[in-house]
Every structure is written in C-alpha cells, then in structure tokens.
C-alpha cells in the first residue's frame, strides 16, 4: 500500500501563491504516475494535474493551465503543486493521487492511492 501526506495548504488572498507537497511512502516511487485533483463543497472531484513516473509528461485542467506547475522528485518521493495567480474559484480541498504504471491520467477512479487532502481557500 502506498501511503500518501499532502501539505502546504491554507488561506491566501486571490492572486497569490501556494506550493502543496504530496510525500508519498512509495518504495519504487518512480513506477507511479501521479496526479492533484481538487473538490470544492457540493461539487465533484476535479482533475488539476497529472504528471508521468519520470517527470517527463505533465498535462493540466485547462481552469488552471498556465498558473499551476506540476512537479516532482523522484529521489524525495514528493510530487509538488506550485499555484500562481490564485482564485477564489480555486479553494477547495486538494487530494493529490498515485496510479502505477498508468503514467498521466486524468480520471479519479483510474487511481490507486489518495491522500487526505489539504484545504485551499482563496479569498478576496
């Protein structure tokens, strides 16, 4: 079973920034692909980002293309959401998400682990 810890979330004001880490326990953290969605209240579980076992692929929700960057490191078995410019639209609980040998995937129940999730709220 692969263990996964998000952090980093909390409350910042619209057009600022936040990093959220995802720590996973892995042991071959490389084999998986990895992924951040997000759920605001009443509505369903939304695809963020995604990025391949190397790194090498990342794909993005067109809601947050060109603000938040996808990354990871393999040798820290972290995978981070770097969040640019902001929304209030954006608060929500993040989830980052681990599929193995599945590469980048955008689709929640395609996943095999998930984390507990760390609050983002955006304020205006």
């Known amino acids: 079973q692969v263990q996964l810890v998000e952090s980093g979330g909390g409350l910042v004001q619209a057009g600022g920034s936040l990093r959220l880490s995802c720590a996973a326990s892995a042991r071959t953290f490389s084999s998986y692909g990895m992924g951040w969605f997000r759920q605001a209240p009443g509505k369903e579980r939304e695809f963020v980002a995604t990025i391949s076992s190397s790194g090498g692929i990342t794909y993005y929700a067109d809601s947050v293309k060109g603000r938040f960057t996808i990354s990871r490191d393999n040798a820290k078995n972290t995978v981070y959401l770097q969040m640019n410019s902001l929304k209030p639209e954006d608060t929500a609980v993040y989830y980052c998400?681990?599929?193995?040998?599945?590469?980048?995937?955008?689709?929640?129940?395609?996943?095999?682990?998930w984390g507990q999730g760390t609050q983002v709220t955006v304020s205006s």
């Open positions: 998400a681990a599929n193995y040998a599945h590469g980048t995937i955008i689709i929640a129940s395609l996943y095999d682990y």
